[in-house]
Nanobody
Framework: VQLQASGGGLVQPGGSLRLSCASS????????LAWYRQAPGTQRELVAS???????DYTDSTKGRFTVSRDNAKDTVYLQMNGLTPEDTAVYYC?????????????WGQGTQVTVSS
């Protein structure tokens, strides 16, 4: 399984970005997908997740600003980020959680840098 994240960059406060993460070699449509982020000197934190059935969850700091979605036909998960603030600056990682014969497997993308600065 390989995850390829893209879409990061430099944006001004209040701006928007859309991250994409394409999966290959997985049972994508059966899996839970998530976005994490890690700022320098901090632990990686969960940003948003979306279940097989489309249920979404968000960390409190991103509710109302970020939207996670998935396209099973393209094996791709997205993170639409609006109203960005400097506190959103981090490396963003996509994550795929797969279950096979009762064993959980987790896969990670390589990370994409998001910098919010004027």
């Amino acid at each position: 399984v390989q995850l390829q994240a893209s879409g990061g960059g430099l944006v001004q406060p209040g701006g928007s970005l859309r991250l994409s993460c394409a999966s290959s070699g997985s049972t994508f449509r059966f899996d839970k997908l998530a976005w994490y982020r890690q700022a320098p000197g901090t632990q990686r934190e969960l940003v948003a997740s979306i279940s097989q059935g489309g249920r979404t969850d968000y960390t409190d700091s991103t509710k109302g600003r970020f939207t996670v979605s998935r396209d099973n036909a393209k094996d791709t998960v997205y993170l639409q980020m609006n109203g960005l603030t400097p506190e959103d600056t981090a490396v963003y990682y996509c994550n795929e959680e797969s279950w096979k014969r009762g064993i959980k497997y987790e896969y990670w993308g390589q990370g994409t840098q998001v910098t919010v600065s004027s």
